[in-house]
Structures are given as structure tokens and as C-alpha cells.
């Protein structure tokens, strides 16, 4: 049990999970750059001993692996686990009544402790312009938190047990914001803290915001965890760190004892800065937006305060881990949510909220009856309505048959889906609706589309294992690829407007429909760079699912509209680079270039990355 971040560091150390880093690393890019190419290579957690500009050390890639995070929460993770299914399946506890009697008692003993005003003595306060301001690409607009807990109560019911605990972005530095007196957070409207928000609002108050930035490595996870209703992001904290929650409050702002850097201030209504652009988990940078600007009241830190960060970008970074763990503690939360389902996963490789694929259930009228999926459908549209998965843009859903399934064999699950798929029955399309903030493959901030594609039943089709012969005929197809049986990259001209969009894809599908060999290949992928598609399943699931908008870019041959329903004989997927899409994330090769020198012989990361 770690009392604080400290103690996680030294336990890490001592089992060679962690390197020390002791020469001076710039944190404009550069410590960014060397966290990236420590964890892609599956290496330890890092400890920056020597931070330019700040006097604070920082760390990072504590949760680099799923192992390494188990090690960590080896004492407490059962115990958690309990008290997660126990608030799934409260009736677990009527039936077994003391077998739950020891998990109950954990609960209890996990609330959260506040102490006097006295136990602020372990702080000192310094500025903003003190801390490790960490730049992570080249075109963010700032320093960012990237592993912060953002704190804040309910203001019609304050108090810790009707607070919100989140991890929402905050930029330090850059744009219009006044050094060391603002700072801004990123968040949408319906999250916890946009709740509590727009409770302010109303009442004309600001809303007091705390944000935690470190302490015990269970507090950072809590700040992202899905929790059952009841069980309080607090509560969890000190469930998974083995020890209470300590806090006090200094002027109705909430002090976490356990963090290493505290920061307080308030939101006023209706006042915004812009925000951005940061590198984010799609692999691309959310551009600059209006978003909520906080005026910095006070910043707190430990005297021996170290400085918690990670990177993200294109899958897998360390907060696939973070996801992987995620799961490792609510287990089948979802399945007992969601009555028929069997399993769904968040392709980490499409970005996570992009993609979702599921494992369903079909017990309604017999199959041989309705010859077409039933329940799976109504699933569907409950999974689409479910807290964080209800980001999805793309839901492939099917139910088992003659043999089991399992959707983190991706390429086994969609070979299995196009298999069965009937492409003029199976597309369900859910237009003008609402997309994960960071994606921007929508019409707008928050606007785009989704599509339910739902298939079982027999075994339509053998998947074809290489490139037509008459696709290479065309004229308006260019270097075709197999990425996969049944799936085929193609090239075209650059993505200019949809309009021409339109009239290029009349002319691909009226070929492509005349060839007669293409009954194996039911999906098309039209992209800037087929051999890049088609390289890795990796690159094929990142590059379709992040570069398209159902509604807009589905395509199909001998496509046709049927009581508002829309199918196709074969699906065509435009995932080129279009005029509105953010950029992708490119390193600077000067700052890679640099941070060779940590990774030659004789420096501190010699042989860490081999």
C-alpha cells in the first residue's frame, strides 16, 4: 500500500520496473519523445530526475503494461474486484451473505477521511510557472496535465460523497491564457463535471475546481474508471490504494492530502478561452476550441512532489494499458447492464471509441423464421446508449453459432462477420447525431453519424484471398491491395469536396459493378495509400475508422434505398484525408534525433529500448 507517489516510485525501482533518468531532458518535446519510444518498446516507467526549468523531478509509464500495473495494486486489486461485482449484482449479497460480509467491510473501511486544516503544513505553494511544463508534439498549443484529477461537488448537494472525480485535460501554458493566473479544461457538457457546471450556472455561482495531479498511482485510475451506481470515485480510491481518502478544504476548495501538486480555482459562467490543439489518443490533434477557462486561485506542492505524466497518440500508447486494466476491474460490468450481451470491445487499434465489436445474443423469433437478426438489433441500440461506448461511430455485432467467438481476435471476428453479412439487410445507419469531441470525421464539433452492421446466420460467401484480376482493369482504381480476406484497398485522387466525392464514386461503383469476380470481397476501403492501409490489420483499423463518417463516406455497388433502408451488393468506405480533418501526428525528427543521446551506450536508457 503506497502512501504516496513516492513509495510507488521506490517499490518500482526496487523490482526493476523503473529507470532513473538522471542528465537534464527538456520537457518541450523532448521527454515526450523518449516516453514514446520507451513504451512502444514495452519498457519500464521512467523517472526524469532532472526536468529543465522546473525543480521537480517527473515520472512516467507507470501504467505502460497490464503486468506492470497488476504489480502495483497486488495488495488491494481482489479485494476491488469484489466490491465492483458486488455493486454490478447487489443481490450476490443476499444469496451469499457471508461470503460478501468481508468485501462489505472493505467498502466501509475505504471511505473517505477528512482531516484538520493543520494537515496543509505538508504543502508549500509555488506558481504554475514552477511545475514541469510538459510539451508533447510539435503543434500543441501548450504544457498540458495529461494524468490530472479533476475534482469538483455538486453545488446543489455539496460534499465528497456527491463530487465528481474526472481526468479532463487542462493546459497550463500557451494560447490567450494569462501565466499562472488561468488555465483550461477540456470536458464535454454532459460529463460530471459539465453537470456540475451547468448547476453553477444557473445558481450564478462559479463552480471550485481542484485538480490532483499525482499521488497514490490507485487515485490517477479512479479519476478514469466507469464505476457502478453508488460506489464514488473517493470511495474506489481508497478501495484500490489499500488506504482512506485524506483530504481537508482550504476556503470550500478540496485538498486531496495524498497528491502531489494540488491547484484550486473556479469557473465562472459562461467564461471561455481557446483551447487546444493537443496530440490525443485518435492518433490526430483536437483542434483549438472554446472551452471552459479556470482562474487559478492557489497551486500546492508536496516538498518531495513529483510530477505524474503520459503520453498519448495513435494507439497503443500507455493508456491502452490504462484501458486493459479498466477492464481487468469492472470485468463483465456491461453483459449484467445489458441483458443478451456477451462480450464488446473498443478497438484500441481504431482509437477506441471509433470502433466497437460485440458478441450478442439471437433468442428471438427462430433464426430459420425470421431469417434476419432480431434481438441483436435491439442490443445494438442499447449498447449505442450506454455511457462512454455510446461514442462508437462503427458497431459490427453478431451472436455465436457452431463455435465460440471472441472480438480481440479482430481479424478472425470481421472475417467471421463478412462471412454472413447481407449488405442489403444489415446496415443500419443513425444520422445527425453525436460523435466522440475528439473526432473530427463528423460534420462538425460533436456532429456526425453511426452505423449498426449486424450479421448471423449461415455462411454467404468465401472471402476472396487476393486482388480480383479485373480490379486491376480499371481505370479509376489504383493499386489495389488485399489488407485481409474479403477486404480490398484501393487508391483513387485526393479527397477535394463531397460533391466530387459524389460523382467519382458513381463512376468507381458502375465499374467495379461490372466485374464478375468481386463476390468474395464485400468491403472496399478507398484511401491516400493502400500499401500503408494494407500493411498491418493495425493501420487498416486506425486509417478506416478514424477517416470516416458513416453517413457520409459508405458508399456501395448497385447500392438502393427501400422504405428509407439503404443496401448495397458491396460496401465501399471513402477513409481518405478529407478538407476538415485534423492532422496526424508527426514527431519533430530534430527532437527525435537529440534524444538519441539517452539511448547510446553509457547513458541512463542504454539497452532499455532493444
Known sequence: MYRQLEDCINDLEQAGHL??????????????AIHRRVNQQDGPALYFENVKGSRYPAVSNIFGNVERSKFI???????????????????????????????????????????????????????????????????????????????????DRP??????????????????YDMDNEVGLHYQIHRGIGVHQAKANKLGKPLKVSIFIGGPPAHTLSAVMPLPEGLSEMTFAGLLSGRR???????????????????????????TKPEGPFGDHLGYYSLTHEFPLMRVRKVLAKKNAVW???????????????????????????????PGVKEVHAVDAAGVHPLLFAIGSERYTPFEKVEQPAELLTIANRILGTGQVSLA???????????????????????????????????HFQTNTTIDTLDYSGEGLNKGSKVIIAAYGDKKRNLCETVPASLEQHTHIRNPRLVMPGVIAFEHASF???????????EITAQIAKSSDIQGCPLFILTDDSNFLAETLANFLWVTFTRSNPSHDIYGINSFYKNKHWGCDNMIIDARIKTHHAPPLVPDDNVENNVERFFQKGASLYNVDV
Not at 460534499?159 to 481526468?167: Q, V, Y
Request: aromatic share 8%; charged share 30%; glycine share 6%.
Open 19 to 32: 529507470v532513473r533518468i538522471k542528465d537534464e531532458v527538456d520537457p518541450d518535446l523532448e521527454m515526450a
Open 73 to 155: 495494486f497486488r495488495k488491494t486489486l481482489d479485494k476491488t474486484q469484489d466490491v465492483i461485482r458486488l455493486r454490478n449484482d447487489p443481490m450476490a449479497a443476499l444469496k451469499s451473505p457471508l461470503k460478501h460480509t468481508q468485501t462489505a467491510l472493505a467498502a466501509s473501511k475505504a471511505l473517505p477521511l477528512k482531516k484538520g486544516r493543520s494537515a496543509l503544513n505538508e504543502f508549500e505553494e509555488v506558481n504554475i510557472s514552477d511545475l514541469p511544463l510538459i510539451k508533447h508534439w510539435p503543434e500543441d498549443g501548450g504544457a498540458f496535465v495529461t494524468l490530472p484529477q479533476v475534482y469538483t461537488e455538486d453545488p
Open 159 to 176: 460534499g465528497i460523497m456527491n463530487s465528481n472525480l474526472g481526468m479532463y485535460r487542462v493546459q497550463l501554458t500557451g494560447n490567450e
Open 245 to 271: 481518502f485524506r483530504y481537508t478544504y482550504d476556503d470550500g476548495y478540496c485538498i486531496s492530502l495524498d497528491a502531489d501538486f494540488v491547484i484550486t480555482g473556479d469557473i465562472y459562467p459562461e467564461e
Open 308 to 338: 505524474p505524466f503520459t503520453v498519448v497518440g495513435r494507439p497503443p500508447q500507455e493508456d491502452t494499458a490504462f484501458g486493459e486494466m479498466i477492464h481487468e476491474l469492472t470485468g463483465d460490468a456491461l453483459q449484467q447492464e445489458i
Open 393 to 427: 461511430k462503427y458497431l459490427f455485432i453478431t451472436a455465436e453459432q457452431d463455435k465460440p467467438l471472441d472480438t480481440h481476435h479482430e481479424a478472425d471476428f470481421l472475417t467471421y462477420m463478412l462471412e454472413r453479412i447481407d449488405l442489403r439487410r444489415d446496415l
Open 496 to 506: 477535394s469536396s463531397y460533391e466530387e466525392a459524389e460523382d467519382d464514386m458513381q
